[in-house]
C-alpha cells in the first residue's frame, strides 16, 4: 500500500496545484469568456454537443473540456484524476487484471509505466495540465483506455456472457470512438485481437463494443463539423492526396519524430533485452499488440491535415507501456532495483518542473484574466507576460507568438502583451 501511496499522492498533488495555478491561455479564452453569458446545465452541455458537431469541433473532448473551463474545482479534481487513471489503465492491460494496492510489484509496474510516459510524451505538461489538450486527448485516451481493459481481461481468462454488459459496452464504444480521429482505428483493432483470442468464447458485449467504437468513430468522421474546422482543411484533399502531398520527406520526419520521441525509453528495452525472466504466458503477444497499436496511431497521422506533438500522445502511452511491461517482467535483481530508482527520479523531475513552471505564471495568468474580465468591450487590453516559453512542461504564452490576440464570445476585445 504504500508503494502507492508513494507513486499516487505526489503526482496527484502536483497535477492538481499546477491545475489550480493554469492560466487561461489560447483555446482557454473562448471557452473561460463563454461563462460570462452562460451557466452551465445540462440543457447548455446538449446544446454545445449540437452546435459542436455541427459547425465546430465534433469532438466528445470539446464540449468536456468547456466543462473543466466552469467556475469552481471541476479542473482541480478531475484533471489529475485523469493523469492517474492513463497511468492505471495502462498498467491493467499490460497486467490483464485491475492492479492491487497490496502488491508492491503492481506500484513498481505503475511507476515504470508513468516515468516512461512523462519521458517519452512530447508537450506532457499541456497534455496533463492545460485545458484544452486534457479534454481533447488525455479525456479521450482514457475513455478508449477503459473501453480495451475488457477485452484484455477476457483475452487472458474468458468469462461468462455477461449479457448486462451488452448496453454499457455498446454505449461506452460510442462514447470512445467519438473522441478522436487518429486512435480509432487502432483501439478497433485491440478490441477485435481481444475477441479472437478467444474464438470460442466470443462474447455478445464484445461484439456490442466493437460495433459501438466503430459507430462512434464512423460519427465523428463524418461529423459536419469537419467541414469547418481550420477553416475546411480537412475537406481540401484526401487521405491519400495529404499523404502525397507531403512528400516523402515530410512522411518520414512523422515517423521520425515518433522514434525519436521513444528513445528515452530505451533503458526500459535494454532492461528487457538484459532480463533472464521468462515472460508469462501470453504477455508477450499483448505487449506486441500495444506497441503495434501505438505505431498505428502514427502511421495515421500520415493522413491527419494537421500535425502536433499532442497527437502522438496516444501512441507514446501504449508503446511505452508495452516497453515498461516487457522490463519489467523480464528484469530481476540489481537491473530491476536500478530501473526502479532511474524511474522515481524522472517522475520527481517531471513532477517538480511542472509544480515550478506553473507556479512561476499563476499571478500572470490570474493578473490577465481580471484585466480582460473588467475591460470594456471592444477595447484593447494590454497584459503581462507569463513568464514562460514554449516546452515540455507549458504551452507557451500565446502572446509571445502572436501580439495581438481577438477574444470574441464574452469579452469581445483584444489582448496585446505589455512591452
Given amino acids: 500500500m504504500r508503494w502507492w501511496v508513494a507513486l499516487v499522492a505526489p503526482v496527484w498533488l502536483a497535477l492538481a496545484l499546477c491545475a489550480a495555478w493554469e492560466p487561461v491561455m489560447w483555446d482557454g ?24 458537431y455541427r459547425y465546430a469541433n465534433p469532438r466528445l473532448g470539446q464540449t468536456f473540456t468547456r466543462v473543466l473551463y466552469s467556475p469552481g474545482p471541476v479542473h482541480v479534481i478531475a484533471t489529475p484524476l485523469l493523469g492517474l487513471a492513463v497511468i492505471y489503465l495502462l498498467v491493467a492491460l499490460v497486467l490483464g487484471r485491475w492492479p492491487s494496492v497490496r502488491r508492491a510489484d503492481d506500484a513498481q509496474l505503475a511507476l515504470l509505466v508513468a516515468a516512461a510516459l512523462f519521458a517519452c510524451a512530447p508537450q506532457i505538461g499541456p497534455l496533463l495540465v492545460y485545458r484544452p489538450y486534457v479534454g481533447n486527448y488525455t479525456f479521450g485516451l482514457v475513455l478508449n483506455l477503459l473501453w480495451l481493459v475488457p477485452y484484455r481481461f477476457h483475452a487472458g481468462a474468458p ?19 467519438f473522441c478522436n480521429e487518429h486512435t480509432g482505428v487502432a483501439f478497433l483493432a485491440l478490441g477485435a485481437a481481444g475477441i479472437v483470442a478467444q474464438p470460442r468464447a466470443v462474447r455478445a458485449w464484445a461484439i456490442a463494443g466493437v460495433v459501438g467504437l466503430a459507430l462512434g468513430y464512423w460519427l465523428l468522421l463524418g461529423a459536419p463539423g469537419q467541414d469547418v474546422r481550420y477553416g475546411g482543411l480537412a475537406k481540401e484533399a484526401g487521405l491519400a492526396g495529404r499523404v502525397l502531398d507531403r512528400g516523402l520527406g515530410g512522411n518520414l520526419g512523422i515517423l521520425g519524430l515518433f522514434v525519436l520521441y521513444l528513445l528515452p525509453a530505451l533503458p526500459l528495452a535494454a532492461a528487457g533485452a538484459w532480463g533472464r525472466a521468462q515472460l508469462p504466458r501470453g ?50 535483481g540489481r537491473v530491476r532495483t536500478a530501473l526502479t530508482v532511474l524511474a522515481g527520479a524522472v517522475v520527481a523531475f517531471v513532477l ?17 484574466h481580471e484585466l480582460v474580465r473588467r475591460a470594456p468591450r471592444h477595447s484593447v487590453v494590454v497584459v503581462p507576460s507569463l513568464g514562460a516559453g514554449a516546452s515540455r512542461y507549458f504551452i507557451g504564452d500565446e502572446l509571445e507568438r502572436e501580439p495581438t490576440r481577438w477574444v470574441g464570445y464574452g469579452y469581445d476585445l483584444s489582448i496585446r502583451l505589455a512591452p
Avoid at 29 to 52: F, G, K, P, R, T
Avoid at 160 to 174: E, S, T
Avoid at 304 to 310: A, D, E, F, L
Wanted: with cysteine; proline share 5%; glycine share 10%.
Fill in 29 to 52: 479564452w473562448d471557452h473561460a469568456a463563454w461563462y460570462e453569458d452562460h451557466a452551465l446545465s445540462v440543457d447548455e452541455i446538449v446544446e454545445l454537443l449540437d452546435q459542436n
Fill in 283 to 332: 504477455l508477450g503477444r499483448v505487449l506486441v499488440a500495444l506497441a503495434a497499436a501505438g505505431a498505428a496511431c502514427t502511421l495515421i497521422l500520415l493522413a491527419s491535415p494537421k500535425i502536433g506533438p499532442r497527437l502522438y500522445f496516444a501512441g507514446m502511452a501504449l508503446c511505452t507501456a508495452a516497453l515498461a511491461g516487457w522490463a519489467h517482467a523480464r528484469a530481476t
Fill in 159 to 177: 468469462a461468462g456472457p455477461r449479457w448486462w454488459l451488452v448496453p454499457p459496452m455498446l454505449a461506452l464504444g460510442g462514447l470512445a470512438g
Fill in 352 to 368: 517538480v518542473r511542472l509544480v515550478a513552471t506553473y507556479h512561476a505564471v499563476a499571478d500572470a495568468g490570474v493578473a490577465r
